[in-house]
């Protein structure tokens, strides 16, 4: 996604809006409605694995090593808990240094409003792990937090630097951490899935809300939404 600028945003008395928030709104819907159809499928169901879920996690089984149980557990310690509050307010201070409150404010607020959806979601559905797990055994699984955390950081950032090779470093690392929960065999496929949409639904509609009050903060006093000047 990179930044474009619509009529508006060339003139030099009003804000530069990015034309890309359309695009984000559209996304996070679709993510959103895509996450909830996940999550009716898995109470129709009765919480169980699908097949699909089944079949995954015994291809995790048949392939696991030591050396790919030590490997799966670098992404599942950096993206845990502590790792992630860690990196969310490394990123928060750089932003700040560099007098970008905005985009300082994007990735703040993102990673709470994840955590605050996820973690009472996840233990209020009470979907059971695999058998047989080397990380959590608590039936928190769906949707998988560590996931939901990565792809929302991964989606902040690939919006607010708009470069190509931050969108590729962030699918490589949800990838990563979706192959290293499932590796682990703390979550079901269906539940690091879960967790990617439910990333792309915080990310993308944080950073739209943030967009919209950046630029009516920026807007000059007396103009309406709709650019025209109102009488004082």
Do not use: C, K
Not at 204 to 224: M, Q
């Amino acid at each position: 996604m990179d930044a474009v600028t619509d009529t508006a945003s060339t003139q030099p008395d009003r804000p530069w809006i990015d034309a890309r928030r359309p695009i984000a709104l559209v996304v996070g819907v679709a993510a959103a409605l895509l996450f909830v159809t996940l999550r009716l499928m898995v109470a129709v169901g009765g919480l169980a694995p699908f097949e699909i879920d089944l079949w995954w996690d015994d291809t995790m089984a048949q392939l696991a090593s030591p050396v790919g149980v030590i490997v799966a557990w670098v992404p599942a310690i950096v993206g845990g808990t502590i790792g992630m509050i860690v990196i969310g307010l490394a990123v928060v201070v750089v932003f700040v240094v560099r007098r970008r409150r905005w985009e300082a404010l994007t990735v703040a607020a993102s990673i709470v409003v994840v955590v605050a959806i996820g973690a009472p979601m996840a233990a209020v559905i009470a979907r059971h792990r695999p058998d047989g797990s080397l990380a959590e055994t608590v039936a928190t699984s769906f949707p998988s937090g560590h996931t939901a955390v990565a792809t929302t950081i991964a989606v902040s950032l690939g919006l607010i630097l708009r470069r190509r090779w931050v969108w590729m470093a962030g699918v490589a690392w949800v990838l990563l951490m979706m192959w290293s929960r499932t590796y682990l065999h703390a979550h079901w496929l269906s539940d690091v899935v879960a967790g990617a949409l439910e990333g792309v639904v915080v990310a993308t509609l944080i950073w739209a809300l943030v967009e919209v009050l950046r630029v009516r903060r920026a807007r000059p006093r007396g103009e309406s939404s709709s650019g025209a000047n109102v009488p004082g």
